[in-house]
């Protein structure tokens, strides 16, 4: 089994910037990519960035030169460097686990990420 951990969650203002970590733990070997996703109320989930485990990244466009993920592998962590934040980045902010095995997707409970205009 893995889990996931997030932490840094937060209230930040409009033009700030917040650093949201997911720490993977148990069977970590089987991961081979990890991300972020995202729900605002009354929207539905969406990718916001995620990472391979050889270091490929893909980010939603809404995010693009604003958010950077990166990882690291010793630790198991993905991290998300959210800037310029925007009211409309207002989301729970999920970790997200691909694995190798079943099953394939695992998810962190959510960071509640709350951007004030």
């Known amino acids: 089994q893995v889990q996931l951990v997030e932490s840094g969650g937060g209230l930040v203002q409009a033009g700030g910037s917040l650093r949201v970590s997911c720490a993977a733990s148990?069977?970590?070997?089987?991961?081979?990519?990890m991300g972020w996703y995202r729900q605002a109320p009354g929207k539905r989930r969406e990718l916001v960035a995620i990472?391979?485990?050889?270091?490929?990244?893909n980010y939603a466009d809404s995010v693009k030169g604003r958010f950077t993920i990166s990882r690291d592998n010793a630790k198991n962590t993905v991290y998300l460097q959210m800037n310029t934040l925007k009211p409309e980045d207002t989301a729970v902010y999920y970790c997200y686990a691909h694995k190798s095995d079943y099953p394939q997707d695992v998810w962190g409970q959510g960071t509640q990420v709350t951007v004030s205009s």
């Open positions: 148990g069977s970590t070997f089987r991961i081979n990519a």
């Open positions: 990472i391979s485990s050889g270091g490929s990244t």
